[in-house]
């Protein structure tokens, strides 16, 4: 059953049409990775799934009782955002605000959800710390468990790993996987990392400035023009450096490990 369904919509950024009659499904339990040259209207197209700006033609269409308000959200940072002078605790009880509504009051509820999601983050010892002073992974973690504090059903990251050092990296990557496979938690993530993304994700959504698109599995990706096309001149490994090397097979052979 598709937890979200954006059917023929299309969105406007600055008065130009970023996105035409985009249509796609995204079934409870999984893991799409949107990926795409800049200015192909992948952030503008996570701001309309969020219901931040409104499409200027066709739809955005929930089920299951999901409403947007519901989405957890974990958003690309500012240099600001990072030092923002708050407590870890303080930052990941937030993500129950946009359910209540900046008049509610947290409840008993509210404070055992932040405090499950710290521990599946492993943050529960920087309780008290100054979110400012985290390192960059610590941070992801913190807002990662904000995120979870608004929902149990679908979380949308952008850009998770951006700035974060390969060790960081990884252990992002696996944390966002143990959501989605043991807990069950549909993930939609914008990445540039589009290696990872075939990695990590069961779908891809392709946006390019061009208008092409492609959604489907991720083994339908590796195998469509796009989808080779983007992934040989995004891959660095010796092999995808040779021009002769056939686009198709390197992207069945990268998606099993043999590259």
């Known amino acids: 059953m598709a937890l979200l369904t954006c059917n023929k919509a299309t969105m406007s950024y600055d008065g130009r049409?970023?996105?035409k009659d985009l249509s796609f499904k995204v079934n409870a339990g999984n893991y799409l990775c949107i990926v795409g040259e800049n200015g192909s209207g992948k952030s503008t197209l996570m701001k309309g799934i969020?219901?931040?700006?409104?499409?200027?033609?066709?739809?955005?269409?929930?089920?299951?009782g999901l409403q947007q308000k519901e989405i957890g959200y974990l958003p690309q940072q500012s240099a600001i955002q990072r030092d923002f002078p708050a407590s870890v605790w303080e930052v990941v009880m937030s993500g129950v605000l946009n359910k209540k509504g900046f008049g509610g009051f947290y409840n008993?509820?509210?404070?055992?959800k932040?405090?499950?999601?710290?521990?599946?983050?492993?943050i529960t010892k920087l309780k008290k710390r100054c979110y400012g002073e985290l390192s960059g992974g610590q941070q992801q973690r913190v807002l990662l468990a904000r995120a979870l504090c608004a929902t149990g059903k679908l979380i949308?990251?952008?850009?998770p790993v951006a700035g974060l050092d390969p060790i960081a990296t990884n252990d992002m990557y696996e944390i966002i996987n143990d959501l989605n496979r043991k807990e069950g938690i549909t993930v939609i993530m914008?990445?540039?990392?589009?290696?990872?993304?075939?990695?990590?994700?069961?779908?891809?959504?392709?946006l390019s400035s061009s208008g092409e698109v492609f959604f489907g599995s991720t083994s339908d990706y590796t195998h469509?023009?796009?989808?080779?096309?983007?992934?040989?001149?995004?891959?660095?490994?010796?092999v995808c450096r040779m021009k002769e090397h056939n686009h198709h097979i390197y992207a069945q052979?990268?998606?099993?490990?043999?590259?």
């Not at 219901?51 to 955005?60: E, T, V």
């Not at 932040?114 to 492993?122: P, Q, T, W």
């Not at 990392?193 to 994700?201: G, L």
Request: charged share 25%; aromatic share 6%.
């Open 108 to 112: 008993r509820a509210d404070r055992e």
């Open 253 to 259: 052979n990268h998606r099993e490990g043999e590259v």
């Open 50 to 64: 969020l219901g931040l700006l409104p499409p200027a033609g066709g739809s955005f269409d929930f089920s299951d």
């Open 114 to 122: 932040a405090v499950s999601n710290m521990e599946k983050l492993n």
């Open 17 to 19: 049409v970023v996105l």
């Open 190 to 206: 914008v990445s540039h990392d589009i290696v990872s993304a075939v990695d990590h994700a069961d779908h891809i959504l392709h």
């Open 156 to 159: 949308l990251l952008d850009e």
């Open 224 to 238: 469509s023009d796009l989808g080779s096309r983007f992934l040989f001149h995004n891959c660095s490994c010796n």
